[in-house]
């Protein structure tokens, strides 16, 4: 099937959103986006894990939004730390988020898109999943933006379960990510007429905890010739925050007596295996592979859109992992 605007995912619902995205408002960012939310209100181990959101073609240039997880303990002094052998709760694995952050950036740069059309895939599938908390919340996120998450009762609510009382460090300081860079030139390599794109974080993360759950990506090309793609990750065995019906991966590093403290606000290392390929100042191809995301959990496709410079048609590939 060839057609000037395509978008592909490897979760179904991600790839249902995103292409309907597309195909309606025409965006190949707001597409990808469209399809992260779905994923975040059908799934509870979603909107809190890692993204990473790459976007480059025409009139754009190379960017990245860097929506990956922060160690925790802003603001909050050095706790003891965990001896050898002593048990770990899982809240000291909890981590802070920027995944919201990072999307709301990155749909602030791509201008002309209505949030409430990005964010309205994942309130259906939340309320479709029963999931009214889940709902309420990406309600607040397209009325208030990334303040939702800052907002006291949803604050509250996350540091019950991650926080100092449960033996985590997830302070109330986490939660305000205003400080925090999202948004940074994509890296760019050289290949003949041809310009790649690609996070600069991607190959900083060699080993991929299994705590951080499955990897999918997203990936669309529009009718402009703008290339978008998000790596995100499905969490299924994190720590529940029942009141958000929420999951939040257990990424982070605990504090060990004797040991140096990670430093709060430090990037944890997730890979974004994605490239966008640029010829003319127009995106040409777009690639993610899944299965570099989840070399603890099986393998999955290899995404891929190619864009023909002369008839403009995208055609959409997947291929074993």
Known sequence: MSTRARALASDPIAAEAAEDFLMTHGSAVGAVLSGFFAAAGAYAGTLWGPVSILVGGTGVGGRAFDGRLLQPGAGVKRPRGF??????????????????????????????QKLASIVKPGLQRAKQSGADARAEL???????????????????????????????????????????????????????????????????????????????????????GVAAGVCFRRVSDGLAAPALELELPLAAIPVRRGVPRTQPGTRL??????????????????????????????GGPKLSLTRDTESRNVTAQSFPG
């Open 138 to 224: 990406l309600s607040r996120v397209r009325a208030q933006g990334a303040g939702a998450l800052a907002d006291p009762r949803f604050v509250r609510e996350v540091v019950k379960v991650a926080g100092p009382v449960e033996g985590g460090t997830l302070s109330q300081q986490d939660f305000d990510v205003s400080s925090v860079v999202i948004d940074m030139p994509a890296a760019e390599a050289a290949r003949e007429r041809q310009q790649v794109l690609t996070v600069p974080w991607e190959s900083e993360a060699l080993e991929i905890a299994p705590a951080l759950g499955r990897g999918h990506a997203i990936i669309a090309i529009d009718v402009r």
């Open 83 to 112: 001896v050898a052998g002593e048990d770990i709760p899982p809240a000291a694995f909890a981590a802070a988020t920027t995944a919201v952050a990072a999307a709301l950036v990155a749909h602030a740069y791509d201008g002309g």
């Open 269 to 298: 290392s997730t890979p974004a295996p994605m490239a966008i390929i640029v010829e003319g100042g127009s995106a040409v191809e777009i690639v993610a592979l899944p299965s570099a995301l989840n070399l603890a959990v099986g």
